[in-house]
């Protein structure tokens, strides 16, 4: 079935680095759409980022992402780390026809000063 | 804008009784409905998706039987976790769509201790 895997359960950087959380993914579909959600705590999952283009970056809040095809990658990226960036971050996978999200594990990314 | 509530936001059960859970979309008329559940440690599991004018699909390892879901209108859905035991203890959350729309709308979810 179709999976999603993101490779770090947590990462910690200091305010003004740049970011990057990894997301692949695995699906038989070959258009599927990719998704990224912020949880920040007591909150609910809220969307960040999407894409189904192939090699087009996307950008939203200062974060940025590039659907590859070619690798399933959909790697989440920011020049400069902020302390509200602090919180979890899920990849998602949908089909073509988004019916139906698969989530990644989840990174927490902690921010410190 | 659309909006997703959830209630009740938690919830305490006994082991072996019976929860149920409400979902409203707001703003936006919700063709589909998931329901997943984060436990402990875990990501979100997909446990159901309910489409208007469609069967509700059930993944593996749930069922109707446990999780039996209504979806009546366009802005409403509920699901009931039936017999609750410590490993349905959870963060259960919906997540709603509109017709054509690829993004996904979450509530806060109903977070479930079973004692």
């Known amino acids: 079935g179709d999976s999603v895997t993101q490779t770090e359960g947590l990462v910690t950087l200091t305010e003004g680095l740049p970011v990057m959380l990894n997301c692949t993914y695995q699906t038989i579909y070959s258009n599927p759409f990719l998704f990224w959600y912020v949880q920040h705590l007591n909150e609910s999952p809220r969307l960040l980022l999407k894409?189904?283009?192939?090699?087009k970056r996307t950008e939203h809040q200062g974060f940025h992402a590039t659907l590859h095809k070619s690798s399933s990658s959909f790697h989440l990226q920011k020049s400069s780390a902020q302390l509200s960036d602090s919180a979890l971050y899920y990849c998602?996978?949908?089909?073509?026809?988004?019916?139906?999200?698969?989530f990644g594990q989840g990174t927490i990314l902690k921010v410190y000063l | 804008g659309a909006l997703v509530y959830q209630y009740p936001r938690r919830t305490i059960c006994k082991s072996g009784t019976s929860m149920r859970m409400e979902c409203q979309a707001v703003g936006f008329q919700a063709t589909s409905v998931a329901w997943y559940r984060q436990s402990p440690q875990k990501t979100f599991e997909l446990i159901a998706l309910?489409?208007?004018?469609?069967?509700?699909?059930?993944e593996q390892n749930f069922t109707q039987e446990k999780f039996p879901i209504s979806h009546p209108n366009l802005s409403f859905s509920s699901m009931t976790v039936l017999n609750a035991y410590l490993e349905d203890r959870g963060l259960y959350l919906c997540g709603a769509r509109g017709r054509g729309d690829t993004e996904v709308f979450f509530g806060k979810g109903t977070r479930l201790t079973v004692v």
């Open positions: 894409s189904f283009t192939d090699n």
């Open positions: 309910s489409t208007v004018n469609s069967a509700i699909k059930y």
């Open positions: 998602a996978a949908a089909t073509s026809s988004g019916q139906k999200l698969v």
